[in-house]
């Protein structure tokens, strides 16, 4: 008797932590505006890296998010943002949705850079994919938000589809060789990545 007790009992601990783990749910992936304002990192904020990330994520405008291997992300409503998505080496997405216009309580776009750069860390990378409105866009807004500009300043206004530029800044602002970003502009509407 007393071994069908302590059996039943080393049974029963997973069963618990597992349901636990369930009811507490998985690490927050979206990064928040106070942290990186703070200038904290995207490693202090909690992340969920390879089997831990969902098979499925929406990334709305000012969010970055992760998926696992063999996941999708879906980008809603792209109409003057820009897309920019990472493919990790084991299969893996990150993405970001850069917004011309910082929606409140998300990342402006000076912001989105740096939190997906935290967010993949320095696992390997074999694509970069930059996809929306390439012509609403500026280089430079990835350095500093159009909300950044004072009074008097000039902000900078995009002449044309500068493919290059922005293939340059993302690559830059990822700390990754310019030869796996690629630019594509395209139309208005949801943008779905596998």
């Known amino acids: 008797m007393r071994r069908t007790v302590t059996a039943a009992g080393a049974l029963a601990l997973p069963v618990v932590l597992l349901a636990l783990q369930i009811a507490v749910g998985s690490p927050v992936q979206a ?7 703070g200038g904290h990192t995207a490693a202090a904020q909690p992340a969920a890296h390879g089997p831990k990330a969902p098979l499925a994520a929406t990334v ?3 969010q970055v998010r992760e998926v696992a291997p063999g996941g999708v992300i879906t980008y809603p409503s792209v109409t003057s943002c820009l897309t920019v998505t990472v493919r990790l080496r084991d299969g893996g997405l990150a993405g970001a949705h ?6 409140p309580g998300e990342l402006r776009s000076d912001e989105i850079l740096p939190a997906l750069k935290s967010l993949v860390g320095g696992r390997p990378v074999s694509a970069i994919e930059v996809k929306g409105a390439v012509g609403a866009w500026h280089p430079g807004y990835f350095t500093k938000a159009i909300e950044s500009y004072g009074d008097g300043e000039a902000v900078p206004v ?16 990822l700390g990754r060789a310019r030869h796996i970003v690629t630019v ?7 943008q779905i990545v596998r």
Not at 31 to 37: D, G, I, M, N, Y
Request: proline share 8%; net charge negative; glycine share 12%.
């Open 31 to 37: 990064r928040t505006p106070a942290a990186v304002r």
């Open 60 to 62: 709305t405008e000012g």
């Open 184 to 190: 594509q502009d395209v139309p208005d509407g949801d």
């Open 158 to 173: 995009p002449n044309g589809r500068d493919f290059e530029g922005l293939a340059r800044a993302v690559a830059d602002g």
């Open 98 to 103: 850069a917004s011309l216009f910082q929606v």
